[in-house]
């Protein structure tokens, strides 16, 4: 199916564990971004990529590792769960002037850390 | 930090009636976007305002945008139950990031 999807959906872990978010689109949106959604607050960025093999740094990088091989994909490493990062996060890219148009975003996995 | 926040964080209204809800910003923006989220889903945009716009409308959304105050509104007229969601607004400035502010709870009662 056409659009951009999250993966896995939902996942539990325990604290010092590595683990990694996928997010595939279809697209081939140049921009791709990460957020992260705590209860009861908006979003917040964590890494950003402008195009395939190049990516920064949002708000919250610490404790994210991201890589863009392809355009079509961008993961999410968390290389060493910690309690505070259970979260809900999401995924989602545009294409058109970068950044400052429409972003469209994934359903979102939601990640328990214990 | 969060640059949109919005107001009120909650708002219960009856079904039919209009719902307004109000984004504030600190700095200069190159444009101001709404988004929906539905309990448990991911968002969804609503409507895009540019900073040399100061209205626009989509359906039964209508939204202003004040440079001078820095601040935004989003009006939903005739509301319905399936409105009920959080609403948040996300500025755009002159990169490609978009900051969020925490959003507004909107119930529609039946």
């Known amino acids: 199916d056409a659009g951009i999807t999250q993966s896995p959906r939902y996942k539990i872990t325990e604290t010092g564990r590595q683990v990694t978010l996928m997010c595939h689109q279809t697209?081939?949106?140049?921009?791709m971004f990460w957020y992260r959604q705590d209860l009861g607050h908006g979003l917040r960025l964590i890494y950003y990529s402008a195009a395939a093999d190049i990516t920064d740094k949002g708000e919250v990088p610490d404790g994210y590792v991201v890589s863009r091989s392809k355009t079509e994909n961008f993961p999410l490493t968390l290389e060493s769960a910690t309690r505070s990062q259970t979260s809900v996060y999401f995924c989602a890219s545009t294409g058109l002037a970068g950044g400052t148009d429409t972003q469209y975003f994934g359903p979102g996995t939601r990640l328990t850390v214990l | 930090s969060q640059q949109g926040e919005e107001d009120p964080q909650a708002l219960s209204i009856q079904e039919g009636e209009n719902a307004t809800m109000n984004c504030s910003y600190k700095t200069s923006i190159n444009n101001l976007q709404w988004y929906r989220q539905n309990s448990g889903r991911g968002l969804v945009h609503l409507i895009l305002?540019?900073?040399?716009?100061r209205e626009k409308h989509s359906g039964r959304l209508r939204v202003t945008l004040d440079t001078s105050k820095k601040s935004s509104s989003l009006l939903i007229t005739a509301s319905r139950a399936a409105d009920t969601a959080s609403y948040f607004c996300a500025k755009a400035d002159s990169s490609y990031k978009l900051i969020f502010g925490s959003g507004t709870r909107l119930l529609v009662r039946p």
């Open positions: 305002i540019r900073s040399n716009e």
């Open positions: 697209w081939s949106h140049s921009y």
